[in-house]
C-alpha cells in the first residue's frame, strides 16, 4: 500500500504526530534509496580498475574490512550491527552481480 492509501485510509486513526513521523520515516527511505543508486552506479568504474589493472574481481579481505568497519559504526551510531552486517551483505551481493555482468569470472 502506498503512504497515500495510508493516509487517507488512516486518516482518523492516527494522530498528526504518527502520520509525520511516518513522512519523516518516507523522506529518510527515499535519501537512502539515492545514496544506495550512487554507491551501485560507482560499481562499474571499481570494474574498470580492476579490469585494467588486471586485479581479481573478488577481494574478500576488502569485503570483510567493510563489514567489520560497517559494524563499529553501528554500534557507535546504537543500530543493530546485525541488521547493518545483512544489509552491507546485500550490498557487496549486488556489486557482485554487477562486476561479473561487466569483467565475467
Do not use: F, W
Request: aromatic residues 0%; glycine residues 2%; hydrophobic residues 40%.
Amino acid at each position: 500500500k502506498s503512504v497515500m492509501n495510508l493516509k487517507s485510509k488512516n486518516q482518523g486513526k492516527n494522530p498528526d504526530g504518527l502520520l509525520k513521523i511516518r513522512d519523516e520515516i518516507d523522506s529518510l527511505n527515499r535519501k537512502l534509496i539515492k545514496i544506495v543508486a550512487k554507491r551501485t552506479a560507482l560499481i562499474p568504474l571499481v570494474a574498470d580498475y580492476k579490469i585494467k589493472n588486471n586485479l581479481p574481481r573478488v577481494d574478500l579481505e576488502r569485503e570483510k574490512s567493510i563489514i567489520e568497519k560497517c559494524r563499529r559504526m553501528a554500534i557507535e551510531q546504537e543500530v543493530n550491527p546485525d541488521l547493518i552486517e545483512n544489509i552491507v551483505k546485500l550490498l557487496i551481493e549486488d556489486a557482485h552481480r554487477i562486476e561479473l555482468k561487466k569483467m565475467g569470472k
